[in-house]
């Protein structure tokens, strides 16, 4: 079976989405849409339309939705209703209300929806979650996020905590297999935008593991780093790079008494793992199109997205009232 798939929005991600929907095995991309035209030539010869009903009369099983974040409900709603699979960019939606409509709107279908949280298909963080899995760790301390950049020219419509944080509050619940409970944060306001370029973000797990993120646009480098800490060392996961590190705790001996009677750490063996480096977006289709077919999938559902907003929205509010906010959790499915 080859799924037909069409594109929505033609901007800088929707760019990158049009190539690799073109190399992934299984799927073919018939068709794209963007009422503001294709200022990369993303569609080639490929007909493009100006809406997505347009798209959808054109034939098509599912759709990649890289449009605007204010869009995501209205777009995400029309091809529910003509029931077509859809692939929607983080954030799932700009609302809890909204996202929570698009929830319904494909499950009460019986339809495939999924977020494009890509991170989850680096490879430094998928071999990150195995080794966290196999107990390579021991029990999990801490889980600490850095997100930093420059402003992108790409974001207007959101500010950090949902457009990058978003994706620290999904890998850090992923890795950890447990949902946040509860967030404190703050955030900054330095370019002189509506939205929020800067959060700081002290939160706890359910399961008891306590986390930290840094996240903004104010930085002059790009730093992507995840580091998980344990019982028995440290792993650092550069996402850039895709590199995975793990510096493990050393054993030293000692006769001063003072320094064997506090029971701490010590520097261990390094060990830099040598990994398959392959493309998250192209990762994160095939397992899009696999979720479709019925197989085994690491797609994150509409649902999963819905949790992350509710968290994000949990940290700006908190940063608002200057208090912790408890996390609710998505109920069902």
Known sequence: MTIKIGLIGLGMMGRHHARVAREIE??????????????????GTLPRY???QELIAHGIDAAVVAVP????????TVLAEADIHALIEKPVAHSLE???RLVDAFESRGLIGTVGHIERFN???MSLRKRL???DLGQVYQIHTRRQGPFPARIADVGVMKDLGSHDVDLTAWLARSDFASVGAQTAFQSGRQFEDMVSISAQLENGIITNHLVNWLTPFKERLTLVTGERGTFIADTLTADLTYYENGTVSSEWDAVTTFRGVSEGTVTRFALEKREPLRSEHEAFRDRILGKPSEAVTLREG???LRVC???LESAANGRTVAVQSVQGG
């Open 26 to 43: 299984g799927v073919e991309l018939v068709a794209v849409a963007d009422a503001m035209g294709d200022p990369h030539g993303a569609a």
């Open 50 to 52: 100006d809406t997505v």
């Open 69 to 76: 974040t204010q869009f995501h409900e209205e777009v995400g």
């Open 98 to 100: 909204a996202g929570q």
């Open 123 to 125: 490879p430094a963080l």
């Open 133 to 135: 899995d196999n107990g």
């Open 306 to 308: 819905l949790q992350v």
């Open 313 to 315: 929205e949990a940290a």
